[in-house]
């Protein structure tokens, strides 16, 4: 699944195209993804001008000059292209702009939505509501993380992991931040030290903005916008590379956790 330096790689790579630009097409190849497609969205974008891109957690949003916010998640292989050179049958909403671009979602396992919201009221949305703060973000604190794992026994890795401690954090990457800042993903988050808290969070934003200036991580059928693939997967340290050896000189495992696979270091996180 695209995680949060994907979506705003693609949110990035579609505001090169679709910024101020205005909406001259609008056309629905199917009439649902996930779930049904908003039943106004086409006359609602027809026409629209797009005032503004952004992300929220691991949805991206495309605001328009009309007051509605068209939210759009990839699910598990979604992806947006600009300007192909052919359609394809996975080519589900397609977007044509006054300046002549033509941008596609394409969806091989409709596990992607869109829906359509009130700008005003996008912090009520639903998936939104309960949000955390997002990893890249102010809100993002020691003090934050500290007040979230207050007396928790749960596992810090699963506490990462639920969008109501912190917003869009995905596996590999808390794998990866996990690792930096050497703390065992099954570590009681109430027993976690304020001195690991600060090297964690400034480990979760620097392995966040490396995979975005790297274009994300290449997973399945996942590819930015412009069709290149992203290349930060040559750089996780522990993510995928069980049995493998550690910069520490330990060797990289593998556990589960919450249904998930945790790759650590049992030599240099403790």
């Not at 949060?4 to 993804?33: F, I, K, Q, S, Y």
């Not at 934050?144 to 912190?166: M, N, P, S, T, Y």
């Not at 200036?213 to 059928?221: C, E, F, H, V």
């Not at 590379?241 to 556990?255: A, D, F, L, N, T």
Request: proline content about 6%; overall charge positive.
């Amino acid at each position: 699944m695209p995680e949060l330096p994907e979506v705003e790689t693609t949110v990035r790579g579609l505001a090169t195209v679709l910024a101020g630009d205005r909406l001259v097409r609008v056309a629905v190849n199917r009439p649902d993804l996930r779930r049904p497609f908003p039943p106004d969205l086409v006359q609602a974008m027809t026409g629209a001008r797009v005032v503004a891109l952004g992300r929220r957690a691991k949805y991206g949003l495309i605001q328009t000059d009309r007051g509605q916010t068209m939210v759009f998640h990839l699910g598990m292989s979604g992806r947006w292209r600009i300007d192909p050179a052919a359609f394809d049958r996975h080519d589900h909403l397609v977007l044509e702009t006054a300046r002549g671009h033509v941008l596609v979602l394409n969806d091989a396992r409709r596990f992607g939505s869109v829906d359509l919201v009130d700008t005003a009221a996008l912090n009520t949305f639903g998936p939104f509501a309960a949000l955390g703060p997002e990893p890249l973000g102010p809100d993002l604190t020691v003090a934050h993380l500290a007040r979230a794992f207050e007396g928790r026994f749960a596992a810090v890795k699963l506490l990462l992991l639920d969008q109501q401690v912190v917003a869009g954090l995905g596996n590999i990457y808390v794998c990866e931040a996990l690792h930096r800042a050497r703390i065992h993903p099954a570590r009681e988050a109430g027993k976690v030290s304020r001195a690991a808290l600060m090297r964690l969070v400034p480990e979760i934003r620097a392995v966040l903005q490396e995979a975005i200036t790297a274009g994300g991580s290449t997973l399945r059928d996942y590819a930015r916008p412009d069709g290149e693939l992203g290349y930060f997967a040559k750089d996780w340290r522990v993510y995928g590379r069980e049995g493998e050896p550690c910069g520490c000189g330990g060797r990289v495992v593998r556990i589960a956790q919450g249904g998930r696979s945790s790759f650590f270091c049992p030599k240099c996180q403790t």
